[in-house]
């Protein structure tokens, strides 16, 4: 299978300093970057690399042609939903491997640059944040074909833009233009089409600059307790544990104030 056959291709692009940003991007154009097991298990292949590249500082998840996603592969589903042991395997495939994407130490974000429907918004909701372009349009869709979401729309969905939106969302099967798509939350910005990669490579330059290790830390704390639904005390109290291990024992927390007192631009070790 060459590089242009592979249903996710990891492209690299250099930041300065010896740091990366890792492009995932889905690689079926004709299919509009349908999910199929193939891809499923391509995309965790691919999560495993960018984990395993200590220069790797930012994530950007995106997709080749007209659409970011259409979701699961209908006509795989013809077969795969008539097996009641390798359909919930799947979907069990897709949620381990979503997740992933949460857990990464890196910023993960998602560059939506078309059609995005059904297991497409899943990945979207499972990365940190999105920008959008100008053409892209995002919706659930799940139920315009008799479907169900499986794949994380109805935990993640309600919790990114509140319930009733999310409701709207799925029981319509609307799309949303991109300036709703900002408007409603799920994204965070509109990008022109063509100005969409490089608006994600100028995010992570700037995140690149940054304490990786501090960035790890905030990451975890705060995916932590907005996944598990923590009440204020509870992730008040995860907050101010992780932050007194983190500045009191890390190198970088104390580089960031020598810095800061000497006038210069910290030098971050990432310990």
Known sequence: MTAREDPVVVERHDLGS?????????????????????????LDAAITDVDHDDSVRVVLVTGTGRAFSSGGDLQ???????????????????????????????????????????GGLELVLNCDFALIARSARVGDAHLNYGQMGG?????????????ARATELLVTGRFLDADDAVAWGLATRVVADDELLDAGLELARGIAAKSAL??????????????????????????????????????????????FAEKRAPRFEGR
Not at 93 to 115: K, S
Not at 151 to 163: K, W
């Open 214 to 259: 501090a960035l790890a830390n905030a990451k975890e704390v705060l995916d932590t307790v907005w996944s598990r639904n923590v009440s204020v005390d509870e992730g008040l109290a995860y907050e101010l544990e992780r932050n007194a291990d983190y500045c009191l024992t890390s190198y970088d927390a104390r580089e960031g104030l020598l810095a």
């Open 76 to 118: 795989s589903y013809v077969t795969l939903q008539r097996d009641p042991v390798a359909f919930p395997q799947f979907v069990a495939e897709l949620h381990t491997t979503f997740g992933r994407l949460r857990r990464l130490a890196e910023p993960v974000i998602a560059l939506i640059n078309g059609v995005t429907a059904a």
């Open 18 to 42: 010896g740091a990366t940003a890792a492009v995932l991007r889905l690689n079926r154009p004709a299919s509009l970057n349908a999910l199929d097991w193939d891809t499923v298990r391509a």
């Open 151 to 163: 794949g994380g729309v109805l935990t993640l969905l309600p919790r990114a833009i509140g319930r």
